[in-house]
């Protein structure tokens, strides 16, 4: 998990290199010259949660461009000087050349007429000797303008703090730059400039913040030089563009510049406020560096101490924020579950994401054979939620755009005539940010999803458990491919249920989607059931996703970070790993590492034959199961009897009453690759003895066509210890004429 800068793109990994950036030492402070006004805009008629700013509001803000378009932002600090961010001018480790970049001053909107605004080359730009990367603080830069900005109404200089400056702990400022409206989510045309307003942290508290930890255990150090403006709540931030642009602070009457954007996880995340360089503390560079200049910028005495509780200076409490979304009083009990209702139609199942905004699957609303749009009649549509005594209006559908050609991307969104008050019920679900891991073993539950009435018996509360992303990623990939690592979206969601024959059907059409629980709180993990065979378990797709889409059309879903993240100390599921040979059917000899229900071996098969036995066969391909033939065949008899064969319950349940196991064990042997290979079916009477599989490769394959045969490059791993030992004889041993007599293959009649 990386930071994220608030940079269009992400540089991380910055390494100093002597020499390459202008020296800090300090030399004596100079007074700022009287001349110089600062910190007031003209009077005009006013990011992450916030809105457009009026034009002339912030005068002091700049558009810093490279390569002919917006990279950062700046402050006007004096006419010939520009205040940014290190991170801004820095690649690898080199100070980029500072003729490519340009700043624009006394714009607003950066699409039309630039009325007032105009460009100045940049003649020097310096960067603290001390600057590494982001997180290790001095991330701050000064550019020398080749000639000086015009002042006037839409360009004035901002007032910077003085080293002894203190801005009171909970003091209102504002943020302002053209950076991204969220993760992820570019700022639309006609980029005008944002402004959001932000509430100073104290260091204490904001430690606090960082210390709690996040996904991936990520916590950050707070250093010297570093302030934190934010929300708990998170919902308002600077985000990727922002960098370098202004924290301003109103105090008698003018507007000192309190930090400059730094970076922070994510973009307005509960719990991660943004992380500002601090100004002040950077009074005796800044002065080192303009030495000389005429007029210079301004560094003007606070106007009066602003009274702060001895007690907030010296610690802050701690008010650690709790999600807003995915709280259900017990499981079942879905506060979010909303029913569309579409005359002439069958209800649909969605959830709410936020006050305004339900998701639901485009099917049930989009012909997929027409390319008409959206429909007409939504003023007959209503919404349905928990606890509501009348329906609500829906005033806008938005499908996704594939959602006519992938199921994967099924999705649409309502929104609602009116928002709903989510200070009581009903309450919205939380939704996986892209980076989020589920990890194997989370619990999970089925709800509604879709088209159709509710499951018979307990069937809405199904109860599953994640199995491994990598059996579910193979079980559905290619052949050798890679599986995603945590912080990659997965492919597929790959749940085992408890009830697994009530959880493969789809009652009248309807179908499920996937609820996981993380310290109590649910999130909506997957939608729809990937298209697959009944042989196969149920493997949802991933909604994390789509977390960009929904939140780029909501502006206010509910994406939660992720609250459980302890692997535990082996890391394995941190490291890279690749998929086994795949048949037609997806990766064969595959086991689950946590076997559900008790099936150890999911290619197990019961075999029940007429009368009182019970064999054991063994799952070859969909249509085609392999049983010992003394396990069938009464002695001296060719004729079949009636045979009945139960798959995906080996072991899990008990025998009917009066039947005895007649069973032909198999050998099993695993690959260095993971899966695992049948090489032989004990002899009757033996546990010893195999009659062995190899051999018998042209018979089976001529009679199933889809069995899959190790390649003669795969042979098995043959473990040093333990009692998985497979000895290599056997493997390569030469079939004898009597091997097939202890085979036989019984083709399944599968019903749906």
Sequence with gaps: MAWHLLLPLVMLGISPIPGAFQDSALSPTQEEPEDLDCGRPEPSARIVGGSDAQPGSWPWQVSLHHGGGHICGGSLIAPSWVLSAAHCFITNGTLEPAAEWSVLLGVHSQDGPLDGAHARAVAAIMVPANYSQVELGADLALLRLASPASLGPAVQPVCLPRASHRFAHGTACWATGWGDVQEADPLPLPWVLQEVELRLLGEAACQCLYSRPGPFNLTLQLLPGMLCAGYPEGRRDTCQ?????????????????????????????????????????????????????????????????????????????????????????????????????????????????????????????????????????????????????????????????????????????LQLGAPVNLSVAPRPVCLPHPEHYFLPGSRCRLARWGRGESAPGPGALLEAELLGRWWCHCLYGRKGAAVPLPGDPPHA?????????????????????????????????????LPSGCLRPRAFFPLQTHGPWISHVTRGAYLEDQLAWDWGPDGEETETQTCPPHTEYGACGLRPEAAPMGVLWPWLAEVHVAGDRVCTGILLAPGWVLV???????????????????????????????????????????????????????????????????PEEAWISQTVGEAHFLPPSGSPHWPTGGSNLCPQELARASGSPRAVHFLLLLTLLIQS
């Design 241 to 413: 563009g922002d960098s370098g642009g202004p924290l301003v602070c109103e105090e008698g009457g003018r507007w000192f510049q309190a930090g400059i954007t730094s970076f922070g996880f994510g973009c307005g995340r509960r719990n991660r406020p943004g992380v500002f360089t601090a100004v002040a503390s950077y009074e005796a560079w800044i002065r080192e560096q303009v030495m000389g200049s005429e007029p210079g910028p301004a560094f003007p005495i606070q106007p009066q101490k602003p009274q702060s509780d001895p007690q907030e200076l010296r610690e802050e409490n701690c008010t650690i924020a709790l999600p807003e979304c995915g709280k259900a009083p017990r499981p079942g009990a879905w506060p979010w579950e909303a029913r569309v209702m579409v005359p002439g139609s069958r209800p649909c199942y969605g959830a709410l994401v936020s006050e305004s905004w339900v998701l639901a699957p485009a099917s049930c609303f989009l012909d997929r054979s027409s390319s008409d749009g959206p429909p007409r009649d939504l003023d007959t549509w209503q919404v349905l939620l928990p606890s509501r005594p009348r329906a609500e209006r829906v005033a806008r559908l938005v499908p996704h755009e594939n959602a006519t050609w992938d199921d994967a991307f099924d999705l649409a969104l």
């Design 628 to 694: 010992a033939t003394h396990c069938v065949l009464r002695p001296g008899s060719t004729t079949v009897p009636y045979i009945e064969v139960y798959l995906g319950r080996a072991g899990a349940s008990p025998l009917p009453q009066g039947h005895q196991t007649s069973s032909a064990p198999p050998l099993l042997c695993q690959t260095t690759e993971g899966s695992w290979v049948l090489v032989g079916v004990a002899v009757q009477g033996s546990r010893e003895l195999f009659a062995a599989i190899g």
């Design 493 to 529: 969601l790959c749940p085992a249920y408890r009830e697994e024959e009530e959880a493969g059907r789809c009652w009248n059409d309807s179908c499920w989607s996937l609820l996981c629980q993380e310290e109590g709180t649910w999130f909506l993990a997957g939608i729809r059931d």
